[in-house]
């Protein structure tokens, strides 16, 4: 038999009557032992070979000290000794480069092949460890020692051969390169040892497997190893097996049912029927028919129709067609649903499903209105609504499209990263389809849908191209009336979609996209706002999906206060909804378990079934400080106040900020700073004071964020405060930007900032008089318990929240001396 190099004398006639029958004459034992038992003899390091006793195996030979050495054994008439390379890739092995364990072989007759190699048969005879190398030049000489297999075997010997042989049995039936006659020569091999050594020999086991075979010496344990490669092979070889047979399955089924459509074909060809793939022809040209469409892509479908009918049914090229002109006809070319232009319907539609937002109101009722009036000329509005999370925005679009009348689709555009997406893919590429837009509109089955893409902010871009780049084509009223889609590479009318997009800011929209869109921007809700949205849509939607809308369940206006301010903090009522939810799990358990509970929920009630509050409210300071100002944020959960403490301190004049502030908010220190020192002589501040203290400024709650510069005028004020050790009314908060010449400049976000002032118990607010007219955007009830000062100047800030500096207290004359000046004093 033969597998790899294993050998098949009947493959080599040639060596026949060199070694006929393998006559143990010609391969007996011509090294002689020496006095230390050890035998010497030529050495030959083989690549990739592992030579066993008792197998025959023709060795290629072509390095010139491998030839050397076979020339110098046939000589001397000696055994050659062989083991193999660790490395098969060394050209000129070392010792270590040689496995310690080879075998003392008999070589025939050499032959010089077709290719200009040489070929010797050699045929194992003992295992042997190599002692040394004694020679190297002009070839390999070596001591080794002959090992010899025990000749006892254990009990169970003679169960794991037959358990071996059943195993080997195996992998040749199934191993389709063995032949049939390496089983039967195995069963009539009786020595455990050989048996084992022959299959290691026959199968494709790699090198360190085979080495690993030679150099253990107990034929039971070589046994037990055999038995685990034989295994491994046999789980390989019936998996190869399996697939085959699938791979054989599925070709005679392919050919089963082409024989089968031939005859069907042949069939109906008689019956004067047509074959199936006909009639879905006469079913396409009628779709068609019916189907209202543009010239231009009426004629693309014909050309697209015209070319499926040419080909053969099981082209490829048919299931791509087929799937184009589908899409053709599924798409809304000139389909229009019919608006309801009533105003006053709209009106109502939008009240009943949100409260407030009265921009987003007044802009669709103002687009409906003119769309009545002129509804041949008026294009529809690309809007952008952009505000922080849960206020609204794409539930507004529902309702925008119910008071319309239209069809609505959303799509989300967070994480998009890949064109394609927008644009499709051309019908090259396997398993192309259209862009997302074109997609949409086949959902929405009209040409008029409002069309609400959301989360626009969040696109991105990569080496597959810009999806925003692509938008610009969708969201220009000029271009989308021939918007081209790769994939149908058709011009789509997008004109009379009404667009509406979705951000929480604008940072990251690039400018060319921001300026196709009319921004409308959603302020975060006020607390009123927030309660009367409880009223009126989160508390009876949670009583109806909790069971509880006949239980006579009730929330308290104090209940909802304590909600809102202590368990959440956010511009929206997502959170708001969700604790609520909460609140009505707990009651529900109540009622299924047969609990008394309380029908009425109170504040109190809330911290007992929501726990201890989440979120502290910043409230007024006790008394009025030095050095400590009281400022107001914007946040995306609203506005908040924050405080702004100053200290001094002796040292060179060095400005300290801490407090986690942004770039921005640091040069608004010190540009009120260098303010304060520029006007040092009105103020009444010794000048040397700048020179010999050092100033900290900080705002607390350090692992929040903060920047921007609107508080310069806040920073300055408490500067002043400690410069001076003038106290600085608690009840009087500030907001603006300051200049190095004291001008205070408007800044954003005046609604929040006031509503978390009146909410902290502030009474009276600075802020610039640019800022005025943001004052209208507060609700006029909200206004009355505030008194606002509008100033141009930091100086007005400093007389409205300044206090006059504490009288000094009279020393007596036993009294100690201060160990150091008060807080925010200079030193004396």
Not at 225 to 242: F, G, H, R, T
Request: charged residues 25%.
């Amino acid at each position: 038999m033969t597998h790899q190099n294993e050998f098949d004398l009947t493959q080599y006639p040639d060596f026949i009557d060199a070694l006929p029958g393998l006559d143990p004459e010609i391969f007996e034992l011509k090294n002689h032992l020496d006095e230390d038992g050890y035998i010497s003899g030529p050495f030959l390091p083989l690549r990739d070979i592992v030579l066993f006793p008792q197998m025959v195996m023709p060795l290629f030979v072509g390095r010139e000290r491998s030839l050397a050495a076979i020339q110098a054994a046939m000589n001397n008439n000696e055994n050659l000794i062989v083991s193999a390379q660790r490395d098969s890739n060394v050209l000129t092995p070392g010792p270590e480069d040689i496995f310690p364990i080879g075998t003392e072989i008999t070589i025939g007759k050499a032959l010089r092949m077709p290719d200009d190699t040489n070929s010797v048969l050699g045929q194992g005879r003992h295992r042997v460890e190599i002692i040394e190398f004694t020679q190297w030049d002009p070839y390999i000489r070596v001591r080794a020692k002959i090992i010899y297999e025990p000749t006892e075997w254990e009990r169970n010997t003679e169960a794991l051969m037959r358990a071996v042989t059943t195993l080997f049995e195996k992998v040749v039936n199934l191993d389709r390169n063995m032949p049939e006659d390496a089983y039967t020569f195995a069963i009539n091999i009786d020595e455990p040892g050989w048996l084992a050594d022959f299959i290691a020999s026959t199968l494709s086991l790699p090198l360190e497997t085979r080495q690993d075979m030679l150099e253990t010496i107990d034929p039971t344990v070589r046994l037990q190893k055999m038995s685990i490669a034989l295994a491994k092979e046999l789980d390989v070889l019936e998996l190869e097996d399996q697939i085959h047979n699938q791979v054989q399955q599925e070709v005679e089924r392919s050919q089963r049912e082409h024989f089968l459509r031939e005859q069907m074909r042949v069939i109906q060809g008689e019956l004067g029927e047509g074959d199936i793939f006909t009639q879905e022809l006469h079913e396409l040209r009628d779709a068609v028919a019916n189907k209202k469409l543009p010239d231009d892509v009426q004629a693309k479908v014909e050309k697209e129709i015209a070319r499926l009918s040419a080909m053969p049914p099981m082209s490829p090229e048919v299931g791509i067609i087929r799937t184009y002109i589908d899409w053709i006809i599924d798409l809304p070319w000139l389909e229009k649903s019919v608006d309801n232009l009533d105003v006053i319907h709209a009106s109502q539609v939008l009240e009943d499903d949100h409260f407030g937002l009265e921009k987003v109101k007044d802009r669709i009722l103002e687009y409906i209105a003119v769309k009545k009036i002129a509804p041949d000329t008026m294009r529809s509005p690309i809007l952008c609504f952009v505000g922080p999370p849960g206020t609204g925005k794409t539930s507004i679009g529902r309702s925008i499209a119910r008071a319309l009348g239209r069809e609505f689709v959303r799509i989300s555009l967070g994480g998009v990263r890949d064109e394609a997406e927008i644009r499709g893919h051309r019908r090259t590429y396997i398993g192309a389809l259209p862009g997302r837009i074109i997609q949409a509109m086949r959902r929405a089955g009209t040409a008029n849908p409002l069309f609400m893409l959301d989360e626009i902010d969040k696109l991105g871009q990569d080496f597959r191209g810009d999806p925003a780049a692509a938008l610009l084509e969708v969201l220009d009223p000029e271009q989308n009336n021939s918007f081209a889609d790769h994939y149908l590479d058709l011009d789509f009318d997008l004109s009379q979609v009404m667009f509406i997009t979705t951000a929480n800011m604008l940072d990251t929209i690039p400018p060319a996209l921001q300026d196709r869109m009319e921004v409308i921007e959603f302020s975060g809700y006020l607390e009123e706002e927030k309660l009367e949205i409880s009223r009126r849509f989160l508390i009876p939607k949670q009583l109806e999906q909790h069971g509880l809308k006949d239980v006579g369940l009730q929330f308290e206006t104090d209940a909802m206060r304590a909600i809102i301010h202590q368990y959440t903090h956010e511009a929206g009522v997502r959170n708001l909804e969700r604790e609520v939810a909460n609140v009505c799990r707990k009651v529900a358990r109540s009622v299924a378990e047969k609990k008394r509970f309380t029908k009425r929920i109170t504040a109190r009630h809330v911290e007992e079934l929501l726990g201890p509050p989440r979120f502290m409210q910043e409230m007024l300071q006790e008394q009025d400080e030095v050095g400590v100002a009281t400022g107001a944020a914007w946040t995306m959960a609203g506005g908040d106040i924050l405080f702004i403490e100053v200290n001094l301190m002796p040292g060179k004049g060095n400005l300290t900020l801490t407090g986690q502030l942004g770039d921005i908010m640091q040069e608004s220190a010190q540009a009120a700073l260098s303010y304060i020192r520029s006007q040092s002589a009105a103020l009444k501040i010794d000048d040397e004071m700048f020179e010999k203290l050092d100033i900290h400024i900080h705002i607390p709650e350090g692992a929040v964020p903060k920047d921007g510069p609107s508080a310069g005028v806040t920073m300055a004020t408490a500067l002043v405060s400690a410069f001076t050790n003038r106290p600085i009314r608690r009840d009087v908060a500030m907001t603006g930007e300051i200049t190095l010449r004291g001008r205070v400049l408007p800044v954003g976000g005046v609604r929040e900032k006031v509503l978390a002032a009146r909410r902290a118990g502030i009474k009276t607010f600075v802020l610039p008089k640019k800022n005025e007219s943001d004052l209208n955007e507060v609700p006029k009830k909200l206004r009355e318990d505030v008194q606002f000062v509008l100033i141009e100047r930091a100086a007005q800030a400093l007389e409205t929240a300044l206090l006059p500096p504490p009288p000094k207290q009279r020393r007596s004359k036993t009294a100690p001396l201060p160990m150091s000046p008060p807080a925010g004093a200079p030193p004396a």
